[in-house]
């Protein structure tokens, strides 16, 4: 059995994986939020762009968009869908930086949960602030202890696809608030390889305290697709923000 970094193995069955994803819907959201509260956006930064399916979307809406990745291996796959306004760029979020300041910034599908100590929250947010003007907007998204306890703790799915036999099976450390995910890849060659994926469970209430203290001003919260306060049946946490100074 090999050990693989996260994104490493699964990077073309994810898009697969991910097939039950309501893309065009969560697209309409996103925007809407950038169009809502952003003047005449024009260019977009998305962090944690994995394959490419929203880079692509704003690209094809004409808007001029950055995507950031720290795997290759997803990147590769984005880079099948990087045409006209559409850049990709590989760098960690938390120590990232882009030559000009961007309109829109966003990060969803629970990339922000990788980020496992608030110390990585901060630095990823003091990276967003440097790549923003006065007027710019962040918007990004948490997922919830709620969502892990239904659909994922204790739980496992299984894939097949591209010559891949892939189970997904989580595990949620209550006490530590850790999410483990494990990925078992069979290849048809007999060989099998594994990813484990470790995402940390941020309240409410603790990123609202980070983000006051990092210099955001939070202009609106939503939940899962939503601009309805999050309740506790909420699977995903959406904060809008702005720079405070």
Not at 188 to 195: A, F, K, R, W
Request: proline share 2%; net charge negative; charged share 25%.
């Amino acid at each position: 059995m090999t050990h693989k970094n996260p994104y490493e193995t699964i990077a073309e069955a994810y898009d697969y994986m991910l097939r039950h994803v309501d893309y065009e819907r969560w697209y309409q959201y996103i925007s809407g939020i950038m169009i809502y509260f952003v003047n005449n956006p024009r260019s977009v930064l998305e962090l944690g762009c994995g394959t490419g399916r929203f880079g692509a979307k704003f690209s094809a809406d004409d808007f001029i968009i950055y995507g950031i990745d720290r795997s290759m291996r997803m990147l590769q796959v984005a880079k099948t869908r990087a045409f006209r306004n559409f850049r990709i760029i590989c760098s960690d979020i938390r120590q990232f930086a882009i030559s000009r300041k961007v309109d829109f910034i966003f990060s969803v599908h629970d990339t922000m949960n990788y980020l496992l100590e608030t110390d990585d929250v901060r630095k990823t947010l003091s990276c967003v602030r440097e790549c923003m003007h006065e007027e710019s907007v962040f918007m990004f998204d948490i997922t919830t202890e709620h969502n892990i306890d239904r659909f994922f703790d204790n739980k496992t799915s299984f894939y097949k696809t591209g010559g891949k036999y892939i189970s997904w099976s989580n595990r949620y450390d209550r006490e530590k608030k850790l999410i483990l995910s494990s990925f078992v890849v069979n290849l048809n060659s007999g060989e099998q390889l594994t990813e484990e994926h470790v995402q940390r469970i941020y309240t409410l209430s603790e990123m609202k305290k980070i983000l006051e203290e990092e210099g955001f001003d939070i202009i609106a919260i939503g939940s899962d697709y939503t601009m309805e306060y999050p309740s506790p049946e909420t699977v995903m946490i959406n904060f809008i923000t702005k720079r405070s100074d």
